[in-house]
C-alpha cells in the first residue's frame, strides 16, 4: 500500500503562489506515476500533472501550463506542485495521486486552496 498526505494549502489572492507537497510512503514506490488532481465546488474532479519517480517526463493540463510546475524530491518522498499566477478558478481541493498503471490507485485525504478575486 501507499500513503500519500498534501500540505501546503490555504487562502491566496489572485495572481499569488502557493506550493503544494504530496509526501508519499509504502512499497516500490519508484513504480508510481505521482500526480495532482483537483476537484472545484460542483465539478468533477479533473487531472492536474503528473510526474514520475525516474526521469524528466512531466505532464499538464492544458489549464494550468505554464503557471504550474510539478516537480519530485527522490530523498523526502516527496512531490510538489508549485503554483503561480493564481486565478479564481483554480479554487479547489487539490488531491495527490499515485498510479501504478495498471492495479489500485492511491488518493491522499487532499489539500484546499482558495484564490479569492
Known amino acids: 500500500q501507499v500513503q500519500l498526505v498534501e500540505s ?6 489572485a495572481g499569488g503562489s502557493l506550493r ?6 509504502g512499497r516500490a514506490l519508484s513504480r508510481y506515476v ?6 472545484a465546488p460542483g465539478k468533477e474532479r479533473e487531472f492536474v ?4 519517480w525516474t526521469g524528466v517526463n512531466t505532464n499538464y493540463a492544458d489549464s494550468v ?3 504550474y510546475t510539478i516537480s519530485r524530491d527522490n530523498a523526502k518522498n516527496t512531490v510538489y506542485l508549485q503554483m503561480n499566477i493564481l486565478k479564481p478558478e483554480d479554487t479547489a481541493i487539490y488531491y ?3 498510479d501504478p498503471r495498471g492495479g489500485a490507485n492511491y488518493w491522499g485525504k487532499g489539500t484546499l486552496v482558495t484564490v479569492s478575486s
Open 8 to 13: 501546503g494549502g490555504g487562502l491566496v489572492q
Open 20 to 25: 503544494l507537497s504530496c509526501t508519499a510512503s
Open 34 to 39: 505521482m500526480g495532482w488532481y483537483r476537484q
Open 49 to 52: 500533472a503528473a510526474i514520475r
Open 65 to 67: 501550463k505554464g503557471r
Open 96 to 98: 495527490c495521486n499515485a
